[in-house]
């Protein structure tokens, strides 16, 4: 059957890369539908396709792509094992098509790819160039259609940034919410942090909205062998604003190897600046998140007050 309709699960990289994604599909002419919002139903149709000590963002991106079986001709699902430098990405995403395709075999689920790595010394442009000839387009339709989609992914990027860029000018306590995109912005997640910290009255800024080639290199005075991409740009990035913040929120999904292994050196690194671990799970969700918030920006304006004693 003719691919006419691409299907993209709301869930991982997808808040990194996924305005290239559906650009580029669209751009060569297919109709792109993108999964619902997280929710409860999301994360437990997960669960049930997920053995125990998968991630939680991993559960969550496997009940987005049952819920898009039926609703497209194939699923878009690129491995990736790293981006532009010698970082890696988690091995999860090294394998990502490989172990969906396992855990939904026999269903109707029809996989798109593709695979690109430093080490591999594949660059993103012509994996995408050799994606676009195996659905039957020419390399002159799909190279039109990638730097045109690439170039709306940067324009959206550079406008977060400028926008966050203001905020940090604007009055008011300044929260930094820490962690990886597809954690501070599933809306079963990490947005449902900003939105209790906003209804607080507070302003809310992201790690992953700091330019990412800055952040890279000021990972490097954090740590010089840390082998994980998406924690160097959140560690660099909390080393750039850790100055211009009234205090950081460090979200993490439970069982983050990467994050394990980061995060406690991140906390002892940071001094003279209140920051708020959460960890995020399967089992209890966002229950007793919003007292815990309550009481770190307590902490925050009393700081701001100059101190208990006053």
């Known amino acids: 059957m003719a691919i006419q309709v691409i299907g ?8 990194r890369d996924g305005i290239l994604w559906k650009n580029f599909f669209e751009n060569l002419g297919y109709r792109c539908v ?6 409860r139903k999301i994360l437990d149709e ?26 497209c001709d194939a699923v878009f699902i690129p491995r990736m094992g790293g981006y532009e430098s010698r970082e890696r990405m988690c091995t999860r995403y090294q394998s990502l098509p490989d172990l969906v395709g396992n ?4 269903s109707s689920l ?15 442009e012509k994996v995408y160039l050799e994606l676009g000839l195996s659905l039957g387009k020419t390399r002159k339709e799909i190279k039109k259609a990638y730097n045109q ?12 940034e400028k926008k966050q860029d203001k905020l940090l000018e604007e ?8 962690g990886h995109p597809y954690v501070l912005h599933d809306a079963y997640m990490g947005s449902e942090i900003s939105e209790i910290l906003r209804k607080m009255g507070h302003k809310v800024l992201y790690t992953d909205y700091v330019n990412r080639e800055n952040a890279l290199k000021r990972s490097y005075h954090f740590s010089k062998v840390m ?14 604003l850790k100055d211009k913040v009234d205090g950081i929120v460090l979200v993490s999904a439970y069982p983050c190897g990467p994050d394990a292994l980061v995060n406690d050196m991140l906390i002892r690194k940071i001094k003279d600046l209140p920051v708020l671990q959460l960890t995020l799970d399967a089992q209890e969700g966002m229950a007793g998140i919003e007292t815990r918030i309550e009481s770190f920006t307590d902490i925050i304006q009393y700081q701001k007050a100059g101190g208990y004693g006053n």
């Open 8 to 15: 993209i699960p709301r869930g991982l990289m997808i808040y």
């Open 103 to 106: 855990i939904f075999k026999g």
């Open 149 to 160: 989609a690439k170039k709306a992914q940067e324009n959206w990027f550079r406008s977060q």
């Open 227 to 240: 082998p994980w991409i998406v924690n160097r740009e959140m560690t660099g990035a909390m080393m750039l």
């Open 34 to 39: 993108v999964s619902g919002k997280s929710d």
């Open 171 to 178: 009055k008011g306590t300044k929260i930094l919410l820490a």
């Open 46 to 71: 997960g669960v049930q396709l997920a053995i125990d000590e998968t991630c939680l963002p991993f559960k969550i991106y496997l009940g987005h792509i049952k819920e898009m079986i039926g609703k």
């Open 110 to 124: 029809q996989i798109l790819t593709v695979s690109y790595d430093w080490y591999d010394h594949t660059k993103e």
